[in-house]
């Protein structure tokens, strides 16, 4: 398998459907994040001490797949069926298992009291700006509206995951009501 095609040299991309685009399009920078983003679980696994979490964050990677390749084509219409209202309910049930466990969050949480959470953080941060670069492509050319809530949910489930981790080591830093004060 040749790595290299030098077809990308002039600032150019294939999507999935061949169309060739600037590798700085919104398509391009919405998938790419997301690429980003998998990478990103990927080095968290290696911090993570709760198997359980590890073998969320693994479930999550092999679903970034196919969001990627969902938002690499531009028709939609080969990967539109592979996220359903099951992925979110699934989200959310997640979130409700570890909510149930954590005290409530009442001050500003200074992210990445250690190792565990501080990726975890980095990784929320990363989810977050695929969404907004999500939906500035929804602007533009339609995207399916699960994928979108889909990363959106998914920022919840790495933040709450991250808030578990520093809540269980008890290394949770908070800041006052207002942070200027």
Known sequence: MMIYTRGGDKG???LLDGT????????VD?????????????????????PKMREKIH?????LFAVAAELADPSGREFSSKLTEEHI???EGWID???AKLSPATKFIVPGSNKESG?????????????????SLDEHEPVN?????????????????????????????????????
Do not use: W
Request: aromatic letters at 8%; charged letters at 30%; glycine letters at 2%.
């Open 12 to 14: 150019k991309t294939s």
């Open 20 to 27: 060739r685009v600037p590798k700085n399009s919104a398509r």
């Open 30 to 50: 919405s998938y790419g994040t997301i690429d980003e983003l998998n990478s990103t679980l990927g080095f968290a696994k290696n911090f993570l001490e709760d």
């Open 59 to 63: 479930i999550v990677q092999r679903e």
């Open 89 to 91: 309910t699934r989200f």
């Open 97 to 99: 298992e570890y909510v």
């Open 119 to 135: 990726i975890l953080h980095i990784a929320r941060t990363v989810c977050r700006r695929a969404e907004r670069l999500i939906i």
């Open 145 to 181: 509206p699960l994928l979108i809530k889909y990363i959106n949910r998914l920022s919840d489930v790495l933040y709450i995951l991250a808030r578990t981790v520093e809540e269980r080591q008890e290394l949770v830093t908070e800041y006052s009501d207002h942070p200027m004060q």
